[in-house]
């Protein structure tokens, strides 16, 4: 059985970090990514990773703040977050691509149950 585990979500001041971690149990995954839901906003790309380690970022809004990695022999994905603004205020998912070939992830991929990112000014 297929499992995304977030956790390492919380409340921190303006211009803080936090590290989110993706546990995966069940499969390993080629790509894995972040997306956020802001209140009353639609879900946003924020990163995605491989196997090998090739990333890409939402660069509008997290460019050099953000760093996607993972540690593929614990089958785990990390977000590390820097400089934190009060506009990154979201629910953090992580999710996995189902077929291995694929680089983008969808609505009908893997999806874990969210971690709160509340950033206070």
């Known amino acids: 059985q297929v499992q995304l585990v977030e956790s390492g979500g919380g409340l921190v001041q303006a211009g803080g970090s936090l590290r989110l971690s993706c546990a995966a149990s069940g499969r390993t995954f080629n790509t894995m990514g972040w997306f956020r839901q802001a209140p009353g906003k639609e879900r946003e790309f924020v990163a995605t990773?491989?196997?090998?380690?090739?990333?890409?970022y939402n660069t509008h809004s997290v460019e050099g703040r953000f760093t996607i990695s993972r540690d593929n022999a614990k089958n785990t994905m990390y977000l590390q977050m820097n400089s934190l603004k009060p506009e990154d205020t979201a629910i953090y998912y992580c999710?996995?691509?189902?077929?291995?070939?694929?680089?983008?992830?969808?609505?009908?991929?893997?999806w874990g149950q969210g971690t709160q990112v509340t950033v206070s000014s």
């Open positions: 999710a996995a691509a189902k077929n291995p070939f694929r680089t983008n992830i969808d609505d009908s991929d893997f």
């Open positions: 990773i491989t196997l090998s380690g090739r990333s890409t």
